[in-house]
């Protein structure tokens, strides 16, 4: 009757272990580690970013393998954030500044812009940009913006002064109108629908809602861009990082919950697309400041650096969803509990 009893208590002890709630700072601390193996060492720059909250939050190791912030400062004489454009495809072109990103694609009938950085910045690094390449700016047909914050929005004026078709997300137009920010306002124009198609020329460019980073968060595929006789699929991660704020109207805690299931939902769509090209709107996120210096040193035979395959674009929506879980989880169960 003993052993029975004690058998019944095992038994009793086991089932109650089995329906116990998984501890919170267990489960940080797998999420971070199995993001740290995903980013491998090419995505350890972003890993770092999105997991920075959650390492600090569980005790993790620190990231190790960083890479360069900003790109070179090529012209002080234009301004500490100026840097020189770069044809990275035959198509493909960055337009943007040391830190923050523009990305053109030329098409048979004109230009496609993904973001616009700041009005201070915009006429020398994307017009003048184009002319240093030897392109004419008046062939810009579209400019498409990623999130509305200013670095990114704040040229949009600018540019569709120029001619240019501006495209937000719903959601980025009424914060973009609503903001009270120093910059002129662009007047509303498209309002880019999950899978929005822009066909220009040889070219097509597919918008997705990716919300989370803001609740209008625009994410594109480019198809194609060519490096000489090879063509490629490219995709911009429209907003990286968590630094949204906490509101009773807008919860932070939702906003993680939406960018990890908007960067789930971009991965399936990457995958199906074949994309092989990551791009970001901000240069070490999507290792420009290394990849960039590379393709002056470029051979006829070297393989191109942005051309990462498509399992490595997997692996960086990956780290950024389960980043984004791992923050929801350390904010509300240990960060949260500290503070009480």
Not at 140 to 145: G, L, Q, T
Request: aromatic letters at 8%; one cysteine or more; charged letters at 25%.
């Amino acid at each position: 009757m003993k052993v029975e009893r004690v058998s019944q208590f095992v038994a009793a002890v086991v089932v109650f272990a089995a329906c116990a709630p998984p501890d919170p700072a267990e489960e940080v601390l797998e999420l971070v580690e199995s993001a740290r193996a995903t980013a491998g060492a090419d995505h350890q720059f972003v890993f770092g970013e999105l997991c920075e909250g959650p390492i600090e939050a569980v005790g993790a190791p620190p990231v190790i393998g960083a890479v360069p912030p900003s790109l070179p400062n090529t012209d002080p004489a234009i301004g500490d954030w100026y840097t020189d454009p770069v044809r990275v495809f035959d198509d493909l072109f960055y337009l943007g500044q040391t830190r923050f990103g523009v990305w053109g694609l030329r098409t048979s009938e004109g230009i496609i812009l993904v973001d616009a950085i700041f009005d201070y910045s915009v006429e020398a690094e994307v017009i003048g940009g184009l002319e240093r390449l030897g392109i004419d700016p008046g062939e810009i047909r579209y400019v498409i913006i990623s999130h509305a914050h200013g670095d990114h929005v704040g040229g949009a004026a600018f540019l569709q002064e120029y001619g240019a078709r501006v495209i937000m997300g719903e959601a980025d137009w009424e914060l973009y109108e609503s903001s009270d920010a120093e910059y002129a306002t662009a007047t509303r124009d498209i309002v880019a629908t999950d899978g929005y198609e822009i066909r220009l020329g040889d070219h097509v460019v597919t918008t997705h809602l990716t919300p989370g980073h803001t609740h209008g968060t625009i994410s594109t595929v480019m198809r194609e861009v060519h490096d000489g006789d090879e063509a490629h699929v490219a995709a911009v991660w429209g907003g990286t990082l968590f630094n949204f704020r906490d509101s009773p109207d807008d919860p932070r805690q939702q906003r993680l919950v939406d960018y990890a299931e908007s960067a789930r939902r971009f991965r399936e769509i990457t995958t199906e697309a074949g994309v092989d090209i990551l791009l970001s709107n901000h240069p070490p996120y999507d290792g420009s400041t290394v990849k960039i210096p590379m393709l002056a040193g470029r051979g006829a035979a070297d393989p191109h650096p942005y051309v990462i395959g498509q399992d490595a674009v997997s692996r960086y929506l990956t780290v950024a969803e389960q980043c984004a879980v791992a923050a929801r989880i350390a904010e509300s169960e240990l960060v949260g509990s500290e503070a009480e």
